[in-house]
């Protein structure tokens, strides 16, 4: 199988953000090319949105169903090796659950679902059907994020004590829903976004982040959970106290009314031997710190990096690689396991990117 | 009364930490200058000390009791006017009682007391007694601490809907009081420091700092305390969310186990307007910011600060403030209401330190 | 014209790093697809480059001459729409003049060409065929660094009067070129780099910047070149200071044995108003200072920037944007040109990416 | 000799920048005391400045010479143990003269004197007397300075190769001086000021920071001095090439008119094994960097770091220490110093503050 893969998008026509965003990450190595897509419930924006991508007009749809019928039918030389996800929250579940079925991989936005019985009933779905599933937690995909998770499996910090995960944003500290903002609107609806509001849409982020470097799992949490914004039916700020299984303490803030805020995701970790902190605003390097020695920053495109650091880099040192790059990271694991599963052989032993799983845990 | 101010001190000899930073933030300016003291409890330790400091040896004592009755009989040229007490916390309460009954004046390193019971007495007295009572909440002397206090009380921020103050330390990260260590030995010592040890150690910075900046008053808390170094009888990491009486929420943290961390007191607020953050280790800046404009760094030394900001300055912008200039601008504040009260007349209207209800509220 | 741009690509086979980064940047948006290439002088090499493409092989060449025959005999439905060179120095103007000549749009790596009559030459061809001919200067296409130029523009600066350039590295701090390291070693090469190493490689850099910045043109100057290297016989360090047209005066640093240093491009500018700085490590804020206000930081993807600083934009801000983003940007632009110039219509008025000037200019 | 030293002032009356920093310097550790004072050439604005600092009336003069003669006749237990001379530069060389030869111990702000053989002059005359003189380059008193001295000479930076000095400021980017600035106008005045204004000022501070790091000396420079500003006297800015003895190189570039910047003095020193940066603006750190390890931040403050820094602290890392503790150093070294020529003894082997011959390098 040695060509480009071949993938589909439901959701992400014009005017989106994040559908966008895997556009670039899916295509930016030039792995893979979108090829088809239901971009939008409105068969019209949607065949505009297909030609602003110069499809063939015969492979763009006016619904995932539709889209479904006919790339299921598609000669194997055509063949859709796996489709995105990309539309709100409400609208994960049905489509991954019928692409899986007819045989397709899937990368989804996250969250996975709506609620954790659809995530129950999605984890199911793929381990019975044995495709690829991707939830794209993109912040996995930094390279010093891989890093980070490498000196805490290899004990560097010793055990962990002590982790802050912050979110702060400032998009929603107004009530942008109600000027017809596409994102704020279904982002604060209930009815398409889920029961939770900020903490679901970039809290999860923070508490994934948490999970990929340290391996901790929550074992109790008490959280405050506010909305700031008259109007609102979703909370727009949450405060979290955690507790972890092996007795480590943590505290996880998210908000979305921290205005001049835009995506300042921070973790720190605080171990016996050593601590760590990463920002993602400033992506490119990673803190450690000691009881008795100079602090170390350590630096994206370096020799002394961990493998795993120096797999998820494209450029060298000093050119600074973004949030781009990290969700390409994302992708090219994928793909490496997509072309396994495509070619009927086994995922390489290394491949790492968020599953299913994170996203039952997420819920 | 046109001197220098005469003080004597309780506690602080040699080997101390807090008794050198005192002597250097009071008599920094040459405005006052220590003349008498029992700077420990071993009239050796104490003597020694005194000898350190060029004392006249007959105003260097064995106890703070013998202090209180030789001192009182001073002549009044040669009369203290004010004594600082830099014992640890257990022995705050009755020196201060003390000396305040006697009619001094009485500067006070933070907490106030070893429990409320005793700080309650202590507001009672001060009240009682018309003295000017100095708590050293030394963080509030900051410059750029005291632009963010007048940038929140001019509404610039507009409504405060959600505070962020952590306090980590690592110093305590191993068990430090087996090893003979002064300061680490009666810090966590239920029996000296309290009810709590990094919550009161430091935590109380963190809430002084919101509440002087903020002005807000915590209405309900959730705190989840915990000791992480095995054998230590005080908690050495506190999780806290707040809420607060007009409706803001907010998140306190504090740790002596964070390893690698210094004093890395940070202090954000987020109002409906704008947000300004702060931190402790590079106190020269306040950086603001907005939804539609470019961020801004307010730099200490400049023009366009607050009179107030500029009055706790020392030199130009650029020529970096630090600790012991904040610790010293306290007593800045606080000579200019003892020579008032030595001087018989009323404190400035501007004048502005922590005191004894800072204490209460603190407890 | 509806339909994705294609290309070719000379040089950036196997083991390179700026044919990658050209490949990335041109892709990343699905704008453009690389089609054809002559990826190495090595023919084997060359085909094995094309296969880790997924390109046809009967469009992969063994010779920049072998496929300038070949691919100007394509049929319309086929043809390359331009042709990027990512070759040595001293192999960028015979293919460029070639494919030039054969009608082509050429997009080539810096610098333009080996010395000055090469680069005189191709801009003489340039002006005579028509073609479009871009020139990347990445920086320039930097978000930020547009958002300096149009605050420059607008006179927010007032008049310059001081310029800092500067752009350390440390790679060449031993002699790499004695181990092989491909790019090392024609790097530090006369025959293939041309006169200039340091100050040709990256000085040309931090003075395209300037250029393109401020519009300042150097009127005189005055360089200390330095080899530290033994054995080396370019210079691996250059001190210059500047003079310019109307009086201002700079400073430009370039090196190569910095150690430590990645590629820490920055570019300071000081006007009668105000001053603004840019570091290229930290490519998402543009810092800017004032006598008598606080200190700005515009950070990308915000709504108070200037359009041509959106434009540069992919993603919202607080989701940096890094390296592969600005190279990216130059593309985007190349490809308004382009698409124009195959449509047979003017390129749009804002259009703005280095040209063949600039490189005569950096020479 | 167990007592506070005594001294007296030159200058530094009302409404002056740098006397006030000498004060606080000089008293803050409560090691000396002023007790006499010439403090302005105008008796009266001299007797109110005396009033000020709570002096003894009949200790404060109406001219250096008046108090040269007075203090010369005190007895023994009431004699100036150093006086301290912070008036503008062409008023050094006399009252240091004049003071040395009556046998006392000298502090100079800088430079040392008008020219360079005043200077001369004094070197001379320091040796004749024996007494001890000291010029305060107050930015070789910084912890983090003597930090990086300290790597330097036990070669962990390898061979120098390159310096890059800066000195930025602004606050001379208008015509100050025409507004009766005090500062201003002497500091632009050739007769007060001496031949040089920006790089006499700062540049020199700048210079005497790479010799006391590295132990450099520049053997061959080329400077373009400018003065930006209209009807200014002396040059507002400067930027110069520097070429080492030992084949080390430079860059130092000092500015006044750079709008924005406060006292932006940094200094980067890269050698054939690592590299070190430190910035005044934030000089509780300083960085060092390696080729093929994470980058050190190392902290004012800790435990590893050498027996110099750890002298030259006051307080605990993470409480940050600033300018006046930088300048309260050079005088708590040069008090070693005194109190070893009061008493008859030699000075400590490891003392070490600026002396005479760094006023005569300066020049």
Redesign the interface.
Known sequence: M???LRFGMIGGGRGG?IG??H??AA????QA??VAGAFSSDPKRSRASG?D??LDPTRVYGSYGEMARAEAAQPRERRLDFIVIVTPNHEHFRPAKLFLELGFNVVCDKPVAFDLTEAKALRALVAKTGKVFVLTHNYTGNAMVRQARQLVRAGKLGVI??V?A?Y???WL??RLEATRHKQASWKTDPKRCGASGCLGDIGTHAENLIRFVTGLEIDEL?A?L?T?VQGRRLED?G???L?FKDGA???L?A?Q????????LTL?V??????IEWQ?????ELI????????????R????LHAEAVRHT????????????AFGNIYREAFRAIRAEVSGRRPPRDVCFPTISDGVSGM
């Not at 494209?314 to 790059?325: A, D, F, S, T, W």
Request: proline fraction near 6%.
């Open positions: 040695h060509r480009k953000f966008a965003v556009r670039i295509q930016m190595d030039a090319e979108l030609r991508f110069y004590r002590k802050v912050e702060p944003q400032g500290a107004t008490c405050d506010t700031f700020d405060n979290v106290i507790r303490r943590g505290v803030q908000s009314i921290c205005i001049g805020e835009e995506n300042a720190r605080y171990g016996t031997k050593a601590s993602q605003e400033q992506p490119n450690m710190k000691f009881a008795d020695r100079p602090r170390q920053v350590w630096r495109g370096n020799g002394y494209r450029v060298p040192g000093g050119h600074p690689e973004g949030y781009l790059e």
